[in-house]
C-alpha cells in the first residue's frame, strides 16, 4: 500500500505566494494536527548546524510550523542531541551558543531550545528493542519522554550514509552520546595521550570498571568495556574519541533500528517534513557548505518517515544537475549525473540500505503517493 506524502514546491507561482504560506497549508493538509493534543508537550527535532555552516533548515520554517503547532494546542521546544565529534555542539552549554549565534532563539522561532541529553550527552532511557544489531538503544530522555514529535529534516548527501533525511535525523539525531558511538563504531572508543590530563573522572564514571589512569594517563580494557560511550561524553578535555570505524551498511541499519527505538512510545504520534532545498554534498554538522547539487525542490509532509525519504530521494534523482557547481569537485562520479544523484557524489555508497532496512522493520514503506498542495 502506497503512503501519502505531501508535498509544496519552492518558490513562489505568483507575487504573494509565499512558501511559508503554502507550509501553513502544506501543514494542515498533512493532518500533522491530528497528533496533537491540548497542552502536549511537542518536540520539535531539529538540526541547529554546526558553526560555518549555512544551509541549514532557516529559523523562519520552524517558526510558521512552531505557531501551528501552538493553534493546535501543543506546546513546543526546539530539541535535538550532542554530537559524538569535537565540534561546537559537543555539550549544551556551545550547542546553545551555537543554535543562537546560528539565529534560533525564542525571539527567532517563538519556542525555547532544549538539548534532550542533557549538559553532556548522558541524560537517556534505555529501550530494549533486541534487533540485529542493536539490543538497547540509548534514547534522548527529554525526546523520549515528550508526547509528541514533529521531526524537520534537510535532505542531502552524507559522508557515511550517502542521504540523510527523515530516518537519519531520527535514527542518530535522537540518540546520546553513548548511542551515537554504538552506531558509529564496533570498537572500545581510544585515549589520545597527549590530551589526557590523568583527571580520573572518566574512570569514576565508568560504571563497568574499564577505566584505568596508569602513569597519570586513562586506559581502557577492552576486556570490560561495554562501549556505552559515556566516556566521550565526560571528557572534558575530548581526549577520548570514537574510531569511526562501522561500515555504512551496519551504520545506516544501526541508525534505523534506532529509529524503531525511538518510535515505540510514539505510535501515531510522529509527523515528518523533510526541506529539499540547500541540498549539499555533505551534512550540516561540517563547519562550512559545499556547492549546491540540484536546484531547491521543495518540502514534503507525511507520517511515514520511508516514504518521506524514499519521494525524497526520488525528487532529488529526477532533478538536473547544477552543472556550474560541479567543476572542480573531482570526487563527482557524472556518470551518475542523469539517474542517482548520491551516488554521483558518493558512487560506494548506497542509501537504499537504510530505506530497506526500515521497510523490513516494518517502519513504514518506500511505495509513496506523492500529494502537491498548492
Known amino acids: 500500500m502506497k503512503s501519502e506524502v505531501y508535498f509544496i514546491q519552492s518558490g513562489a507561482y505568483y507575487f504573494e505566494d509565499s512558501i511559508l504560506n503554502r507550509l501553513v497549508k502544506l501543514f494542515d493538509r498533512c493532518g500533522a494536527g491530528s497528533i496533537i493534543k491540548e497542552n502536549e508537550l511537542v518536540a520539535v527535532k531539529s538540526h541547529f548546524g554546526e558553526k560555518g555552516n549555512v544551509s541549514f533548515v532557516s529559523p523562519v520554517y520552524y517558526r510558521t510550523i512552531i505557531e501551528r503547532i501552538k493553534q493546535c494546542g501543543g506546546i513546543p521546544f526546539l530539541t535535538d542531541t550532542n554530537t559524538m565529534y569535537v565540534g561546537e555542539r559537543n555539550n549544551s552549554v556551545r550547542h546553545i551558543i551555537t543554535a543562537l549565534k546560528n539565529g534560533f532563539s525564542y525571539a527567532t522561532t517563538e519556542a525555547p531550545i532544549i538539548i534532550s541529553d542533557g549538559l553532556r550527552g548522558t541524560d537517556y532511557v534505555e529501550i530494549e528493542i533486541n534487533k540485529k ?12 519522554w515528550a508526547d509528541s514529535l514533529v521531526v524537520i529534516s534537510h535532505v542531502k548527501m552524507h559522508l557515511a550514509t550517502s ?23 564496533g570498537n572500545v572508543p581510544g585515549i589520545d595521550k597527549d590530551k589526557c ?37 565526560v571528557c572534558r578535555f575530548e581526549a577520548i ?109 548506497d542509501y537504499s540500505t537504510q530505506i530497506d532496512y526500515a521497510v523490513e522493520l516494518g517502519l513504514g514503506s518506500k511505495e509513496f503517493e506523492l500529494i502537491e498542495v498548492k
Request: contains cysteine.
Open 163 to 185: 542521504m540523510g533525511g527523515a530516518l537519519k535525523n531520527v535514527g542518530m539525531g535522537c540518540a546520546s552520546r553513548g548511542g551515537k558511538q554504538e552506531q558509529h563504531s
Open 197 to 233: 590530563t590523568g583527571c580520573g573522572e572518566c574512570s569514576e564514571w565508568c560504571n563497568y570498571g574499564a577505566i584505568k589512569v596508569v602513569n597519570r594517563k586513562a586506559e581502557i580494557d577492552k576486556e570490560k568495556c561495554a562501549g556505552c560511550g559515556e566516556c566521550l561524553a
Open 241 to 349: 574519541f570514537s574510531n569511526w570505524d562501522e561500515s555504512s551498511k551496519n551504520l545506516q541499519e544501526k541508525i534505523v533500528e534506532y529509529v524503531y527505538a525511538v518510535l515505540k512510545n510514539k505510535k501515531n504520534k510522529a509527523v515528518y517534513f523533510n526541506f529539499l532545498i540547500n541540498i549539499t554534498p555533505d551534512c550540516d554538522c561540517l563547519p562550512s557548505s559545499g556547492k549546491y547539487i540540484v536546484p531547491d525542490i521543495g518540502i514534503l509532509a507525511s507520517f511515514d518517515p520511508v516514504a518521506i525519504d524514499a519521494a525524497s530521494a526520488y525528487l532529488i534523482n529526477k532533478s538536473e544537475p547544477i552543472s556550474s557547481n560541479l567543476k572542480g569537485r573531482v570526487k563527482y562520479d557524472l556518470s551518475y549525473a542523469d539517474k542517482n544523484k548520491f551516488k554521483m557524489v558518493y558512487p560506494k555508497l
Open 133 to 144: 544489531h542493536i539490543k538497547k538503544a540509548k534514547i534522548a530522555s527529554g525526546i523520549y
